[in-house]
C-alpha cells in the first residue's frame, strides 16, 4: 500500500507542473480504473516509466531558439505609452446637473494647469481615479488593447510632454499628459527564452501525459482479457 501511494503521488505530482489537461486526465473515471487495474496486478514499472518520461521532458535550448526564429512574429512587442491623468468621474448613469458640474471642474483644472501649476500635484488634490491619484495620476505603461478606444484615441496622437484639454470618454472627463513613448520591437531571444522554455515543456507533458495514458489503457485491457 505505501510503495501505491508513492508511486501516486509521484505520477500525479508529475502531471500537476502546470498542465491543466494533466489533471484533468487523473479525473477521468477511465484512467483511474486503469491505473487501478495495473496497481492489481504488479504493473507497477509501466507508472514509473511513464513518470519519468513527463518529469524528463524539458526543452533544450535549440529546441528554443528554433522556435523563435520560426515564429519571430509572436514576439514583437507592441508600441507602449506612458501617461498620466486627472480623472472626474461621469460615466453614462450620472444625471446631466452631475455632468455639468463635472465639465466646469475639469476645465477649471485645465486653465490652472495652462497658467502653470503643477499637472502631478493636481491630480493628487483632484483626480478621482483612487489607484493613480497618490501618484500623480501615474497610469504606468500601456498598448492600445489595455485602455479604452476613446481614451487611446487621444493618447496616439499626442507628443511626449503633451497635456491635452479636458477629454471626454464613456468614463468621464479627463487631462492627459503623455510622459513617454516606446516604439514597437522585436524582442531578442534571451528576453523570451524562459516564457518559450515553458510553452514547449508544457506541450511536452501534455502529449507524454496523452501517451502515457493511453498505454495504461492499453495494458488495461490486455491485463483484463488475461483474468477472464
Keep these: 500500500?505505501?510503495?501505491?501511494?508513492?508511486?501516486?503521488?509521484s505520477v500525479t505530482g508529475a502531471c500537476a507542473t502546470g498542465v491543466i489537461c494533466g489533471e484533468l486526465l487523473l479525473c477521468l473515471p477511465a484512467f483511474r480504473n486503469a491505473t487501478g487495474i495495473l496497481f492489481k496486478r504488479g504493473h507497477l514499472l509501466a507508472l514509473a516509466q511513464g513518470q519519468r518520461m513527463i518529469s524528463q521532458s524539458d526543452a533544450t535550448e535549440d529546441e528554443c531558439r528554433n522556435f523563435y526564429e520560426t515564429h519571430p512574429q509572436n514576439f514583437v512587442q507592441c508600441a507602449r505609452f506612458r501617461a498620466s491623468h486627472l480623472f472626474l468621474a461621469a460615466p453614462p448613469e450620472t444625471p446631466p446637473e452631475v455632468v455639468e458640474s463635472k465639465q466646469k471642474m475639469i476645465e477649471a483644472l485645465a486653465d490652472r494647469i495652462s497658467h502653470g501649476e503643477n499637472f502631478g500635484e493636481l491630480a493628487a488634490a483632484a483626480s478621482e481615479d483612487?489607484?493613480?491619484?497618490?501618484?500623480?495620476?501615474?497610469?504606468?505603461?500601456?498598448?492600445?488593447?489595455?485602455?479604452?478606444?476613446?481614451?487611446?484615441?487621444?493618447?496616439?496622437?499626442?507628443?511626449?510632454?503633451?497635456?491635452?484639454?479636458?477629454i471626454r470618454t464613456r468614463l468621464g472627463f479627463h487631462?492627459?499628459?503623455?510622459?513617454d513613448f516606446k516604439p514597437a520591437?522585436?524582442?531578442?531571444?534571451?528576453?523570451?527564452?524562459?516564457?518559450i522554455r515553458l510553452a514547449i515543456n508544457n506541450e511536452k507533458r501534455r502529449e507524454a501525459l496523452q501517451n502515457l495514458t493511453a498505454d495504461l489503457l492499453r495494458r488495461?485491457?490486455?491485463?483484463?482479457r488475461s483474468r477472464t
Excluded at 130 to 146: H, V, Y
Aim: proline share 6%.
Design 185 to 195: 520591437r522585436q524582442t531578442n531571444f534571451e528576453e523570451v527564452q524562459p516564457e
Design 175 to 179: 487631462i492627459v499628459q503623455l510622459t
Design 220 to 224: 488495461a485491457k490486455v491485463v483484463r
Design 1 to 9: 500500500m505505501k510503495r501505491r501511494l508513492l508511486i501516486t503521488l
Design 130 to 166: 483612487e489607484a493613480t491619484k497618490t501618484r500623480g495620476g501615474d497610469l504606468g505603461f500601456f498598448s492600445e488593447s489595455r485602455m479604452p478606444p476613446d481614451f487611446f484615441s487621444v493618447i496616439v496622437k499626442m507628443r511626449v510632454g503633451e497635456i491635452s484639454r479636458p
